[in-house]
């Protein structure tokens, strides 16, 4: 490739060393700081859903089993795609396991975990792309004058009584 800039590689050289101290430095500052319900909401966006034997989701009992082995902060994806990386299995598999007290996450992240991921981050932009779309589209059917004024926030920390909370509201 040219180069556009008629810098010397020298001085690219030492910006992109810059860049990435500033990047790993963001990385390894911001690392600890991630909540319970965000890393519940990546690991629905990846597709887990369900719930264990005694009713509580699939989502919620991954995250706790991660807060607790102290790994949370290295987030629920990198979990999810080791676990399926290790074992080739399906999504549900893989959350069940993660989800088991039984055999609880180590933190040591499987090398292809991002590998294993992609299909499921692919769909998940889908999902969002499409659901956007069919969104703009019901916003246009709708002159201004009659867009809905007012809506309901729903957040318990179980989508499944979030379900029943919204359709009641």
Known sequence: MPDKLSLPATRIDRCRRFARQV?????RE???????STERTVLRLLGVDGADSEGVPLPN??????RSAGTLGQGAAVALGSALASADGAVETAARRLASSADPPTGAAHPRWREALAPLVESALDRIAANRAERERRIAAHPPDELPLLYAIVATGNIYEDVVQAEAA
């Open 23 to 27: 990047a790993e430095g963001v990385a």
């Open 30 to 36: 911001t690392e600890p700081f991630t909540t319970v």
């Open 61 to 66: 009992r991954i995250v706790e089993n991660l």
